[in-house]
């Protein structure tokens, strides 16, 4: 089981670890990868994944809502917590919220589960996205324009791969490699600009962050386990949901904090301890789910 689980963890941290001391040694400007990244890459994996035959929208729905209970309950259960430690809601609550699901959840469950793990995967992370991108963004400004979402690259893949799935569409096999392929290139770069963005992270406000590195897996595995029970999920769905309420803040908490100026420093501290936290977390998890 030791094995297995450093055989897990160890790629992803790896990359990671690579990509932060490039960071540290090159200072790169990732915004143009990141772009690549999020406009064509992980766009390409969400359809490759969803268009596939073997994906079955109904058999996830279970899965979608589970997910949805996860990062909602996480909000209201950090909600009081942030109260208590004196730091305003909208600075500590989505990080508690949206989860590490692409640089960090996609190829952890692909590695712990297997490759046919990854349509679910994908569901969990386009649920993750959704709420970040609607109800996240409302969180940090109410005058937002929702209706402009489908414009997401992600989100309009996540429909145009559904629709594929549910029509039965018969995709050009050609066609369905080219895209995948496309995928591939995201989940290595996820990684790799995760370890980056880590090196503009700082570590003040170290007792609020650390509260948040705590708090965040706690919430989201507590609200997983109720889900479980609500929703009759078992097996590699029941762990996988267990897994994605584990994970560590999203860096993508930070780009929002920074763009909607809700304490990015702050923002930024409680990425980056919650993501080094989760060294120890996710083994521990792993060695749970796994046995």
Do not use: C
């Not at 994605?244 to 803040?249: E, I, T, V």
């Amino acid at each position: 089981m030791f094995e297995r689980i450093v055989g897990i963890v160890f790629p992803i941290y790896a990359v990671v670890a690579v990509g932060y001391a490039y960071g540290r040694w090159k200072k790169p400007d990732m915004a143009f990868a990141n772009q690549l990244n999020m406009d064509i890459f992980v766009p390409a994996l969400v359809f490759a994944a969803l268009a596939n035959k073997s994906f079955d929208i109904a058999q996830n729905i279970p899965l979608l809502i589970g997910g949805t209970v996860v990062v909602l309950g996480a909000g209201l259960l950090t909600w009081p917590v942030a109260r208590a430690l004196g730091v305003a809601t909208n600075t500590f609550v989505p990080p508690m919220m949206f989860k590490n699901s692409g640089n960090m959840g996609l190829p952890l469950m692909v590695l712990a589960f297997g490759e046919a793990a990854l349509p679910a995967a994908v569901v969990l992370f386009f649920v993750e996205n959704f709420l970040h991108y609607s109800l996240g963004t409302w969180m940090l400004d109410r005058k937002a324009k929702l209706w402009t979402l489908w414009r997401v690259p992600v989100i309009a893949a996540t429909l145009a791969g559904l629709a594929v799935s549910m029509t039965h569409f018969p995709l050009w096999q050609p066609l369905w490699l080219g895209v995948k392929m496309l995928g591939d290139v995201s989940i290595p770069l996820l990684l790799f600009s995760l370890g980056v963005r880590l090196t503009d992270s700082r570590h003040g406000d170290w007792k609020i962050s650390l509260a948040g590195a705590i708090a965040s897996p706690l919430a989201g595995i507590a609200m997983a386990l109720l889900a479980n029970v609500a929703l009759g999920l078992d097996g590699r769905d029941a762990a996988m949901l267990i897994l994605f309420g584990a994970l560590p803040p999203a860096v993508l908490n930070f780009i929002f904090a920074e763009r909607y100026r809700q304490e990015p420093e702050r923002v930024a501290s409680i990425v980056m301890i919650g993501n080094t936290v989760s060294l120890a977390v996710i083994p521990l998890t792993l060695a749970w789910v796994l046995t």
